[in-house]
């Protein structure tokens, strides 16, 4: 007589065919693995030539042109966050892959905290340049991205039937 094997999906009651990394996962999967490698870019393409074209020395410098004593802390703020959730989104891939029951959790911290962040440096922002616009354009795109991820992820995360199958490791 064979001997049927019970999987975590079975033992909760959800049907087998909810396991596995398919049909919406197939796009967090997309959005999980791209995202850290968006930041890395966003990262080597930014933070470098601050410190190569006299810009962090115009900025933060008593004796630059456009000196303000937010310009530092505001800087080594975002350089902190976005290596932070860099390094949580790398994080976040290993959680993904290896199908681990942190993995939700995990989403929506980064999404929830990212949106949070992108607006409280806006905010930042409008203290040291109180004639800029508050939202610029790339400002405006990644506060779209966050609240799309915040409004359809997150809930998905939390009451699908096949991120409850998979990930539960």
Known sequence: MEETKVTPALESGLADDMVGIKGWLILVAIGVVIA??????????????LFTTGTWQSL????????????????LSEML????????SLYLIVLFF???????KW?????????????????AIRLILPDAPL??????????????????WVPYMLI??????????
């Open 135 to 152: 939202f610029d354009g790339d400002t405006k795109t990644e506060i779209i991205r966050g609240v799309i991820a915040v409004i359809i």
């Open 81 to 88: 966050f976005n290596t932070l959730i860099t390094l949580a």
């Open 107 to 123: 989403y929506i911290g980064i999404a929830v905290s990212s949106l949070i962040f992108i607006m409280a440096d806006a905010f």
């Open 36 to 49: 850290p490698f968006r930041l890395i870019a966003f990262m080597l393409s930014t933070y470098p030539e």
């Open 98 to 104: 290896k199908k681990k029951a942190q993995f939700p």
């Open 160 to 169: 699908s039937e096949r991120v409850k199958a998979t990930f539960v490791r």
């Open 60 to 75: 933060t410098s008593q004796f630059g042109d456009y000196y303000h004593p937010y310009w530092e802390p505001l800087l």
